[in-house]
């Protein structure tokens, strides 16, 4: 009892050398390294930052273990038909979104009601996609996870605003740091399964 009861207020055992909230942050550094690597084939984004927000919301709800090893067999479990074809469907809005863009710079007339335009459907869209990674589980499957996070999106203004600051912070360090590249999924995963339990 008393075990429990040191763990849950996080302090350390006889002998322990690092206290659960090193556990986490270093759990939250595997996990945003394995999650990076899945990224890169880009059309596993959502997969891999869906299986990330599900590991941890396990370890928040369950304490199950949340490691590189467990990351990968749970990616592996997924079911791929469906992940896949919402990250291809992720890269045809990238590829469309960054098409307009393109137009709208090209300083044609109305380009510029345009651009506003674009970029609040750019904000809607990427909060709805990243609740809908934080929410997904495979039994409901995608459009469901997306319907729901739509709904969500629409009634908790503040949770969404904290998911797109969440999404600025992550930009933003890999950008002036661009080594964190590979460790800022994590942290995102982290900030969105918070935002998702809150």
């Given amino acids: ?5 040191d763990s849950a207020s996080g302090r350390r055992e006889p002998g322990e050398l690092f206290g659960p909230r090193f556990e986490l942050f270093a759990d939250v550094l595997a996990v945003g390294l394995v999650t990076a690597v899945a990224c890169l084939p880009l059309v596993t984004v959502p997969a891999a930052l869906a299986t990330a927000c599900a590991l941890l919301r396990r370890r928040q709800r369950y304490a199950e273990p949340c490691t590189a090893g467990h990351y990968v067999r749970a990616l592996r479990a997924r079911r791929w038909r469906a992940d896949l074809a919402a990250g291809g469907l992720l890269l045809a809005f990238g590829a ?3 098409a307009d863009a393109a137009l709208a710079a090209a300083g044609l007339p109305g380009a510029v009601p345009f651009a506003v335009f674009l970029a609040a459907v750019g904000t809607v869209l990427a909060a709805t996609g990243l609740r809908a990674c934080a929410r ?10 997306v ?3 739509a709904a969500r999106t629409a009634r908790d203004l503040p949770g969404s605003l904290l998911i797109l ?3 600025g912070t992550a930009a933003v360090c890999a950008w002036t740091l661009p080594p964190l590249l590979f460790l800022v999924p994590g942290p995102l995963a982290v900030a969105l399964t918070a935002i998702e339990l809150r």
């Avoid at 009892?1 to 009861?5: E, L, P, R, V």
């Avoid at 997904?136 to 996870?145: E, F, Q, S, V, Y």
Wanted: charged letters at 10%; glycine letters at 8%; a positive charge.
């Fill in 96 to 98: 469309l979104f960054a």
């Fill in 1 to 5: 009892m008393s075990t429990a009861t």
């Fill in 165 to 167: 600051l969440a999404l």
């Fill in 147 to 149: 319907r729901a996070s």
């Fill in 136 to 145: 997904h589980d495979t039994a409901g499957g995608w459009r469901a996870a």
